[in-house]
Each structure stands twice: as structure tokens, then as C-alpha cells.
């Protein structure tokens, strides 16, 4: 504990000295500066794809403290979420961005948490879940139901790029792009997953 009490009486936050051999106890102890930190700059419009001088601050700062830092344009973001669904790619393009300040946040606290997404999909309803990144496919299954988890077989998975690509689960059974994975499968980001199980 000496280097974190010596961390926190410099003023520096307990994250800066947490090693992988301490995590744990660090963990226990639920010191606030030992939380993850995601740092949010709101800057002016023209600044949006890039950034400027007073977030090149926050990056280098969050940086030093083994945080994240993202920059947003809250006007943007307020334009963004009057235009239509089918308008927002092209008016983002049209000032430098690949995507909203929005996804952005949300794709740094995912990345942040290490968290990942997979998705189940069906006849009346397609749904996304959230794991910690690691999580096997029992485990998985049974953030959808405790039953998923303990009858687990197997389940049949599909990257969602493949998924998109061949045009959903049919063309990608075709085209040889889905797997069978067992217990010790580690569920990636964007897996479209159909579990097997019994009852």
C-alpha cells in the first residue's frame, strides 16, 4: 500500500501506481482514483475532428494518469440529433467525422471497462448484450438467462461483418463463414451468437 499512499500525498491518483500484481487488493480497498477515468472535451465546432490546444492538455494529462480522453463538439452533437437517421453519415462526413462525439464516448467507455458486445439474433428480434471482454460462451449465455448458462451445448457464431456481408445467417451458413464453438470458445466483439442448450 506505500506506493499508492505515497501516489495520493503527492496528489496523483491511485490508478498511476495500481501494478497487475496489486489490482486486486486495489480493488478491495474501492479507492475512488483507482476508478477508471474517461476525460470528455467539448470543443468548438471546427475542432471537432481534431481537437485543440486545451484538449491536447487533457490527452497528455489523461495519459500521464493511465486515464482516456475523448473529444466531442456538444453543438455538433445537438445538429446530429435533429437530422434523420439516413442524414447524420453524410452530414458528419462532410465535417471530418467518421462518427458522432456519442459513439465516441460510448466506444471509449466500452474499451475503458473492457467491455464487448454480442448479439443474438432471431425471427421477431435482433439484441445486443454486453460482457466483460474474456467472458466464454457459458457465461455469455447466461447474461441472456441463467438457463442458457447451465444447459449450455455449444452455439453457432457468425462475426458481425461476416453477418453483414453475406446478408444475415442463411448467406453466411453458405458461404462457410459460421462456426460451431464449444464451452471454451471466448466470445469476441460483435459475435452474432445462437446458443445451444438443454433445458
Not at 81 to 100: I, K, M, P
Not at 130 to 159: L, M, N, W, Y
Request: proline share 4%; aromatic share 8%.
Amino acid at each position: 500500500m506505500e506506493p499508492i499512499v505515497d501516489a495520493l500525498q503527492a496528489g496523483r491518483p491511485a490508478r498511476a501506481v495500481v501494478t497487475p500484481e496489486t489490482a486486486e487488493a486495489v480493488r478491495r480497498l474501492q479507492l475512488l482514483t483507482s476508478k477508471p477515468v474517461l476525460y470528455v472535451c467539448n470543443v468548438e465546432e471546427a475542432s471537432a475532428a481534431s481537437g485543440n490546444a486545451f484538449s491536447a492538455r487533457v490527452a497528455a494529462r489523461a495519459a500521464a494518469e493511465g486515464a482516456r480522453s475523448v473529444v466531442v463538439s456538444a453543438a455538433i452533437e445537438a445538429e446530429v440529433a435533429q437530422l434523420a437517421e439516413q442524414d447524420r453519415g453524410e452530414f458528419l462526413a462532410g465535417l471530418g467525422l467518421e462518427d458522432s462525439g456519442l459513439d465516441r464516448v460510448i466506444r471509449a467507455g466500452y474499451d475503458l471497462l473492457g467491455l464487448i458486445t454480442f448479439f443474438t439474433v432471431g425471427p421477431k428480434e435482433a439484441r445486443a448484450w454486453t460482457v466483460t471482454s474474456g467472458t466464454k460462451a457459458p457465461q455469455a449465455a447466461g447474461v441472456i438467462h441463467g438457463d442458457f448458462e447451465r444447459g449450455f451445448i455449444a452455439c453457432e457464431t457468425i462475426p458481425y461483418a461476416d453477418y453483414v456481408a453475406c446478408k444475415g445467417e442463411a448467406g453466411a451458413k453458405e458461404a462457410g463463414k459460421m462456426r460451431v464453438e464449444g464451452k471454451e470458445y471466448v466470445v469476441r466483439d460483435g459475435d452474432v451468437l445462437l446458443f445451444r442448450f438443454n433445458v
